[in-house]
């Protein structure tokens, strides 16, 4: 069955703190990962895409790494910000259908 | 561009009704997907439309269907509406849906409330 686990399920970290947050996945075959984040009340907003052949990709202060021997991502934050405070998932697409299998997120809380 | 639209914002209805939700893409995107978003499931996928055809489904009842006009603005229909129901409706659009780094533009959601 087609898994995306992530952890921590809640982090809180003080401003102008760093953090990373994982993902690790079990989606057979694999297409690609995709990080979203999304804000309370609001739909996800996507901050990286990665193929099998990416071991990282940058957006910003968000850098992404992916792992596809162990099947692990995770999402670096460089010196968060209040408007960090939000919902992160990750999303594998693979599988028969390249259907989207989405993780329960990570809520992270930024505080001054 | 304008992004993608969600119609009404919020609803409530009440066990038994029918419910219609309306998503408007981004102008040029031919592939929008359906989502539905719990504090317990997460985001879960309910179906993917394409070209006014039904490309993809994901695992829910046949209370759930959906369909897509030929400017490509979408609509859910759910019918007999169980309190389980109750979820924000996520729509989300992208230009073809089946390319390898295709990204998906996601709607503000429906919230459902069913009583």
């Known amino acids: 069955k087609n898994q995306v686990e992530q952890s921590p399920q809640s982090l809180i970290i003080l401003e102008g703190k760093n953090c990373t947050l994982q993902?690790?996945?079990?989606?057979?075959?694999?297409?690609?990962l995709r990080w979203y984040k999304q804000d309370t009340g609001r739909g996800p907003v996507s901050l990286t895409i990665?193929?099998?052949?990416?071991n990282t990709k940058s957006n910003g202060r968000y850098t992404a790494t992916l792992d596809a021997d162990t099947k692990q991502s995770s999402l670096h934050i460089t010196a968060s910000q209040l408007s960090d405070s939000a919902s992160y998932i990750c999303v594998v697409s693979g599988g028969s259908a390249r259907q989207l299998t989405f993780g329960s997120g990570t809520q992270l809380t930024v505080l001054p | 561009k304008a992004g993608v639209t969600q119609t009404p914002r919020y609803l409530i209805k009440t066990r038994g009704q029918q419910v219609t939700l309306s998503c408007s893409p981004i102008?040029?995107?031919?592939?929008v997907s359906w989502y539905q978003q719990t504090p317990g499931q997460g985001l879960q996928f309910l179906f993917e439309?394409?070209?006014?055809?039904?490309?993809n489904k994901g695992n829910f009842p046949g209370r759930f269907s959906g369909r897509q006009f030929s400017n490509s603005r979408s609509e859910m229909n759910v019918s007999t509406l169980e309190l389980g129901d109750s979820a924000l409706y996520l729509c989300?659009?992208?230009?073809?849906?089946?390319?390898?780094?295709?990204?998906?533009?996601f709607g503000p959601g429906t919230r459902l409330t069913v009583l």
């Open positions: 439309y394409f070209s006014e055809t039904q490309r």
């Open positions: 990665m193929t099998f052949s990416e």
């Open positions: 102008s040029g995107h031919r592939s």
């Open positions: 993902c690790n996945y079990t989606v057979s075959p694999f297409s690609n």
């Open positions: 989300a659009s992208s230009l073809d849906g089946r390319a390898e780094l295709d990204t998906q533009y």
